[in-house]
């Protein structure tokens, strides 16, 4: 059933790409954003019809009213299983979050969990792995590293048939067999991409220059930095200023550096960032406060994946950071129980894709986190076999 959802979502994701070369007639105006920039700023031409497209699209990811449209149906509780989380770091919001709801699940469904922190390099993630390995759980979760850098650990654990869930840990969700997880939990890349490039599209008509914060360390977040590129590319008037390959363990300490560069080589002609984490604005944010620059843009700064805590702040209060595409991390972390509890039982996996949603000051309503509804309900119905 999912796994049909995921190929319709993918679909249409395309078509949407696809869709933004052509003249959308009928756009309303859409919620209010921050201004686009005047004639003679970068861009100034424009791409009104891919604007068009792109404002429909946002429009449509920042509602807040939506069910729950993920499984109702599974096995019932398998009881006594452990977990171990393996963390790329725990510093990483996204990896912190998607524990924490991994955690809460396990409380539900009664069974145990450990997490162990990789500390962001490999061979502190390859210790971690081997660690958890030793420790013979029920299951293995890969929080956010590609498992192809483990690969001695991996043959380990399925060795030993421990079977491994991925958060974030290859570019695609759901079942992977080079690296073999049984499967990975993820919101599809190409939508995350689209959307937070559709959103500075549309914010600024098709007008923008713009910088891209990634870390090509991982592969998931180098393909959804160059999808947000390819995007942005089929704007005429978005002139990509740069690309600031950063990795995220090392971002409090080279950001801050790398911002006052770019506002030294392109001054006004920043009006837009996008960061592949949120917590790259976290640490942006000091610079850019040093260079006299609003809070609330420009550059106007879109987190293209988690939302944690502290980007919902920042949102809230305007301060150097305009919007964000969470994750669902809790979630994410109760599907991940989920999708072990099928594995325990013999079942196949779920194939839910959560969909894409944008957050920004005017639909946050003072929240930490996008927590979408229902789901808690749902997988407690399912652990209880109703």
């Known amino acids: 059933m999912y796994t049909d959802r995921t190929r319709r979502r993918r679909t249409s994701a395309a078509a949407l790409w696809a869709a933004a070369a052509v003249l959308a007639a009928g756009c309303g105006s859409g ?24 404002e429909r ?31 790329q770091t725990m510093t990483n919001p996204g990896v912190a979050g998607a524990a924490e709801g991994v955690r809460e699940a396990a409380e539900a469904i009664g069974w145990k969990v450990r997490v162990i922190d990789g500390d962001g390099t ?11 390995v030793t420790l013979r759980p029920s299951g293995i ?61 549309a914010r600024s008509g098709g007008r923008a220059g713009v910088v891209v914060f990634t870390d090509d360390s991982i592969p998931f977040a180098r393909d959804k930095s160059e999808l947000i590129k390819e995007r942005l590319a089929g704007c005429p008037g978005v002139t990509l200023l740069a690309t600031e390959n950063i990795p995220i363990p090392d971002a409090s300490q080279r950001t801050p550096q790398r911002v006052s560069s770019l506002l030294s ?15 790259y604005f976290a ?33 809230e209060s305007r301060r150097y ?38 957050v920004t000051a005017a639909n946050s309503a003072g929240a930490t986190s996008w927590d979408p509804k229902g789901y808690r309900e749902a997988y407690r119905r399912i652990w209880a076999g109703r």
Do not use: K, M
């Open 31 to 54: 919620p209010a954003r921050p201004p686009a920039p005047s004639a003679g700023s970068p861009g100034a031409a424009g791409c009104p019809a891919v604007a068009a497209a792109a």
């Open 57 to 87: 699209a946002v429009a449509r990811a920042e509602r807040t009213d939506l069910g729950w449209d993920g499984p109702t149906t599974g096995p019932a509780a398998v009881p006594g299983r452990t977990l171990v989380y393996v963390a």
């Open 122 to 132: 490999p061979a502190g993630i390859q210790a971690a792995l081997s660690q958890a």
């Open 141 to 201: 979760v890969i929080g956010g590293f590609d498992p192809r850098l483990t690969a001695q650990q991996t043959a380990r654990a399925a060795a030993a048939g421990i079977p491994l869930v991925g958060w974030h840990a290859v570019s695609a969700p759901g079942p992977s067999t080079a690296p073999r997880l049984f499967t990975n939990v993820t919101t599809e890349v190409e939508e995350v991409a689209r959307i937070s490039a559709d959103w500075v599209i």
């Open 265 to 279: 080589r392109f001054g006004d002609r920043w009006t837009d960032s996008v960061a592949i984490n949120d917590l």
């Open 283 to 315: 640490d942006a944010a000091p610079a850019l406060r040093a260079a006299g620059r609003p809070g609330q843009g420009p550059p106007y700064n879109i987190g293209a994946g988690d939302g944690d805590p502290s980007a919902f702040q920042r949102i």
């Open 321 to 358: 950071q305009a919007a964000t595409v969470p994750e669902p991390l809790n979630q994410q972390g109760w599907q991940i129980v989920d999708e072990f509890n099928r594995a325990f039982a013999g079942r196949p996996a779920s194939g839910y894709v959560a969909p894409v949603h944008v």
